[in-house]
Nanobody
Framework: QVQLVESGGGLVQTGGSLRLSCAAS????????MGWFRQAPGKEREFVAA????????GYAESVKGRFTISRDNAKNTVYLQMNSLKPEDTADYYC????????????????????WGQGTQVTVSS
């Protein structure tokens, strides 16, 4: 079992930046691929970014490419999502996810392919 706790959300103006963090605990001796998803009110959960255990492979949704960067520090059991040039349409609850099956890749972008989830952190981008 893996526990995931997100932090770093908040209110930011259009064009601003935020860095989300996701701290993992529990059976972290297993290697895990990590992902970020988001869900806006009234919409389905959608893929944002993902990274393999080693960090040598990443994937992004088209809507965030060039603006968001996913990274990880395995020594700290933490994955990050650096979000720049934020837009009002980025407003959503952001969720961290993990699954050991894809640790070595390829990067997975479907929510159902991740076994473990955090509680989410809210991001609001004002216009």
């Amino acid at each position: 079992q893996v526990q995931l706790v997100e932090s770093g959300g908040g209110l930011v103006q259009t064009g601003g930046s935020l860095r989300l963090s996701c701290a993992a605990s529990g059976r972290i001796f297993n290697r895990y691929a990590m992902g970020w998803f988001r869900q806006a009110p009234g919409k389905e959960r959608e893929f944002v970014a993902a990274i393999t255990w080693s960090g040598d492979s990443t994937g992004y949704a088209e809507s965030v490419k060039g603006r968001f960067t996913i990274s990880r520090d395995n020594a700290k059991n933490t994955v990050y999502l650096q979000m720049n040039s934020l837009k009002p349409e980025d407003t959503a609850d952001y969720y961290c996810s993990a699954d050991h099956r894809w640790a070595a890749g390829p990067v997975r972008s479907v929510a159902g392919e991740y076994a473990f989830w955090g509680q989410g952190t809210q991001v609001t981008v004002s216009s």
